[in-house]
């Protein structure tokens, strides 16, 4: 809408623009029901037109939230006190133990207090439905946040829990009391580490499965042992075009849709979510479930192929590369008939 907006205007530029979505959008349809919708159907600069006039009409009377308010939010996220004392713990820990390396290089992030980690804790283990937590796993977090993180933690939008501030000597006995409790799962950003949305196991309006899909993918590439080897790389898979599932911006999108009858699969490629923002290309037809994971698989091998180095993630090799190595991998069928 607008590259940059002054910080005051920006609350009542967000306001017009719900103005305009709760005037012509498409609440006589769940379906429809989303301001993407609304884009799509009236077009971006004709839609921006009525978010200017909207804003016209109330930038000069919109009054801000009060102070006190402001003040109010400010101090339920001011930063803990930190605790800045140092021991060898931590370090000891990762001489001694292979697993707690491989924990803390994929789970724990640099924290701005060096004393300090930040450790995100998988809801995915192999195999398992992305994002669940049982009730005593919930009880085990909660008791952890309050007693390692300042009593805090987060839930993210990659399905997974944070533990914002823990002090790195006690990151080995949080990494102890996960494991015990089922949640040591080392896989932050890895092929496992999946966002799936509910889909049709448990939403109204799915078109396709997605859970099992994200099962299957994540049970197929741990047999396979190839986790660390692939790097990072992120999997997102919505069961319909609403796209909960972020598939739109996932490394490998993955969208159910239904053709007859019949789930059907659709890829999308170098979707990225992160500063540099790009939705994914469409790879092409799509791909009945039985038919999917033979595809990643020689999507994955293909990467494998054509990467620079353990150090050049699937997404890199995308941008350097484009699509044409991939697409190969996807439809080797397309390549034979234009070979014949
Ligand atoms: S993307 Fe998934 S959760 Fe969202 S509406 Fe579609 S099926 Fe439901």
Known sequence: MRAFLP???LLPYVEAILQVYNLHGRRDNKYKARIKILVHETGLEKL????????EGIRHSFTSPSKALIKAIDDAFAPPEFINSRSLVF???LIASAAFRAFVETNVAEHKNPAYGIISVSLKPVGGVPGDASADQMRVLAELAKTYSHDELRVSHEQNIILPHVRKSDIPAVWEALQDAGLGT???GLISDIIACPGMDYCALATARSIPIAQEISEHFAAR???REIGEMKIKISGCINACGHHHV????????????????????GGDGRENMKVGDRAGPGFSAEKLMPALDRLVN???????????????????????????ALYPEAKNASAA
């Open 186 to 188: 080392a896989n932050i």
């Open 48 to 55: 921006k037109d009525s978010i200017e006039h909207a804003f």
């Open 225 to 227: 042992g190839l986790e």
């Open 250 to 269: 996932g490394h490998i999108g993955i969208l159910g849709l239904e053709r007859k009858g019949v789930e059907n699969y659709q890829i999308t490629l």
């Open 91 to 93: 370090e000891d820990a």
């Open 7 to 9: 910080k005051q205007e």
């Open 302 to 328: 293909a990467y494998l192929d054509v990467r620079e180095g353990v150090d050049e993630p699937f997404i890199d090799s995308y941008k350097r590369l484009g699509s044409a190595p991939f697409i190969a």
